[in-house]
């Protein structure tokens, strides 16, 4: 006799692989760069940070310098990054009931990266210099852009009434990206003073960040990772629909309200960082989804940590695959993404969830 | 036990349920029959709190806008016409949503919330498709999960808004013996709209039969499936002959 079925949820082998692959990122992102440092000696570097942890790794103080200020920081970021961008596609996708549901295809990105160039060209003091710090004012910033983008994406992608398919979504999503990068570069034309600031950040990056990028946004991650967290379950009720959810005792609009809100900050925060990285919410959830049960149960923890693995991992092919130069990490994400897109949607026109 | 007194409900304008009036007592089977778009089911989804309504409505004595939507889940089941199918979803997910409401909003299922979701497993004979996918079913087995989710809601009312639509005739009285043995073992009050009158009437205690919104005829199905009632509000030829349990209704061509 088979052991009863148990339901689903976060399994420990999923989870430990999770952890596992976030350490291998971490251990990578830092040992691989212009200087190649041993993995085995940056493994006991970074344990080295943990308090009461003393290991010898035999690197110079020069070597150690380049971990804990150079490379450290930006794996954080990518990491940090990688987590918001797959753990609101995850919700999106849930919220929308739509499988095509990006940050970046529903405008949200577009939105928050508004905000963020509204915020860069008006500081017209400096001159323009393209590695100062970005100011504090930019995640709130993108955040408001990023609600006022799902705002519009919805209500347009609701003119379909009953014939809305996947696919009508994500056309208004297309139409609100357009209208808000149409504002966007307008924006960047009357304040020409700040444009390389705002191009380097746009292309997406994760080049310049120190500590600075990481502590910016870091409380915003805390937040929106500890709200969609404690909801996945609601995310599974939603799936039969509002009105089933609403006779199981959910109030599904509230639901839809404060995930739409959580997944927007949290797309806001990667992007007020590292600009426009698309494709990584259509990515890691759908495989996850293949590989690990479609339960936003299991979804939402394992987008999480998984997207947090691959976008520090897509970063150490970014400025690695073309030698010296560094390839902008957005254009990775896209070279693999788009087709990716294309298998998704193909799937979703026979299951539409 | 349900009571409706007056019930009206206005879904863009229109006037689609009017000043229905309907008792269901405890442990009955009340059917709802009608031409289509007579209102049945926006009376079912008024009486589940799906819709809003004018009028009184009470369920198991108290009145339903004093429930809370969790015990308002916990009071009455229901089972929409067609249900959504999520993909992906196994049968034992499935049904673990039932218990929605009585799970903490942000804590996790009880082993009392899974001790009942095997209960209804067994009860309703899925334990060999608890773990497989929803979409894969077939359609008697798929309507057996949307059963079993509505039971694990531990409700004592049952709202069937067309549970045979999609079932040929075998597992059309498959599913429907099934509410009936359920109604019996665990006292449930069932209310259901079901468009095949004979079938209807082998199993309702009482029908009620809507047109344009409102109760013309309610009573035993002896008493509301007559030649003459269905022909005013179908608008059907038919002849109506007296079966073991009651009526059969024939639907017959017009003679040319």
Redesign the interface.
């Known amino acids: 006799m088979t052991p009863?079925?148990?339901?689903?949820?976060l399994r420990l082998g999923w989870l430990i692989g999770g952890l596992v692959a976030v350490a291998v990122a971490l251990v990578a992102g830092v040992a691989f760069g212009p200087v190649t440092l041993p993995p085995g000696s940056v493994a006991a570097e970074l344990l080295n940070l943990i308090p009461g942890v003393r290991l010898d790794s035999g690197l110079s103080d020069r070597e150690i310098a380049i971990i804990t200020e150079l490379r450290l920081p930006r794996v954080v970021l990518g990491l940090l990054v990688g987590a918001m961008l797959a753990m609101a596609g995850a919700a999106y996708q849930g919220v929308f009931r739509n499988p095509l549901a990006d940050p970046h295809l529903l405008g949200v990105a577009a939105g928050a990266g508004l905000g963020v160039t509204a915020v860069i060209a008006s500081r017209t003091t400096d001159g323009g210099d393209a590695t100062a710090d970005l100011p504090i004012g930019v995640p709130p910033a993108a955040f408001l852009g990023a609600l006022i983008a799902v705002a519009l994406t919805w209500t347009l992608g609701a003119a379909g009434g009953r014939e809305r398919t996947p696919a009508t979504l994500i056309l208004a999503g297309v139409a609100v990206s357009a209208f808000l990068a149409a504002a966007q570069t307008y924006l960047m034309q009357q304040h020409v003073e700040t444009l390389r600031q705002v191009y380097s950040w746009l292309l997406g990056r994760l080049a310049t960040a120190g500590w600075h990028d990481v502590l910016l946004i870091l409380p915003y991650a805390v937040i929106t990772g500890l709200i969609v967290l404690?909801?996945r379950?609601?995310l599974?009720?939603l799936?039969?629909?509002d009105?089933?959810a609403?006779?199981?005792?959910?109030?599904p609009q509230r639901s839809r309200y404060l995930l739409l809100v959580a997944a927007s900050l949290g797309t806001a925060a990667a992007v007020s960082v590292s600009g426009l990285i698309g494709f990584v919410g259509i990515i890691v959830p759908h495989t996850l989804?293949l590989l690990s049960?479609?339960?936003y149960r299991s979804l939402l923890p394992l987008s999480i940590l998984f997207g947090a693995a691959f976008l520090a991992l897509t970063d150490v092919v970014a400025r690695t695959v073309a030698g010296e130069a560094e390839v902008p990490i957005g254009v990775v994400t896209a070279f693999f993404g788009a087709p990716f897109f294309i298998l998704v949607l193909r799937a979703s026109r026979t299951?539409?969830? | 036990m349900i009571g409706v007194r007056g019930v009206s409900v206005r879904l863009g304008g229109a006037l689609v349920v009017d000043g229905v009036d309907l008792v269901v007592d405890e442990g009955e089977w009340v059917t709802v029959i009608g031409p289509n778009g007579a209102g049945k089911s926006t009376l079912l989804?008024a009486i589940?709190?799906?819709v809003a309504y004018t009028g009184e409505i009470d369920l198991g004595g108290r009145p339903v806008g004093t429930l809370s939507?969790?015990e308002?889940?916990?009071t009455v089941?229901?089972v929409?016409q067609t249900?959504?199918v999520?993909?992906?979803?196994?049968v034992?997910?499935y049904v673990?949503?039932?218990r929605?409401?009585y799970?903490a909003?942000?804590g996790?299922?009880s082993a009392s919330d899974?001790a009942a979701?095997?209960e209804v497993l067994a009860a309703l004979d899925l334990?060999t498709f608890?773990?497989r996918r929803l979409?894969t079913l077939s359609g008697g087995e798929r309507q057996r999960a949307f059963l079993a989710r509505a039971l694990a809601?531990g409700a004592r009312i049952l709202l069937l808004d067309e549970p045979t639509a999609a079932l040929d005739i075998g597992h059309q009285q498959e599913v429907l013996d099934l509410v009936d043995r359920l109604r019996g073992e665990r006292s449930l009050t069932v209310l259901s709209t079901m468009h095949d009158l004979s079938i209807a009437g082998e199993y309702a205690d009482r029908m009620l039969m809507l047109a344009r919104g409102r109760v013309v005829v309610a009573g035993t199905p002896r008493e509301v499936l007559t030649e003459a009632v269905l022909s005013e509000h179908y608008r059907a030829r038919v002849r109506v002959l007296e079966g073991e349990h009651g009526p059969i209704v024939l639907p017959v061509r017009k003679k040319v």
Do not use: K, Y
């Open positions: 009863a079925p148990r339901p689903a949820g404690s909801r379950r609601e599974d009720v799936t039969v629909g009105e089933e609403a006779s199981l005792g959910l109030h989804r049960g479609a339960s299951v539409a969830p | 989804r589940g709190g799906l939507r969790r308002r889940a916990r089941a229901t929409a249900p959504v999520p993909p992906g979803m196994r034992i997910d673990l949503l039932g929605t409401p799970i909003p942000l996790r299922e899974l979701v095997d334990v608890a773990d979409e809601q």
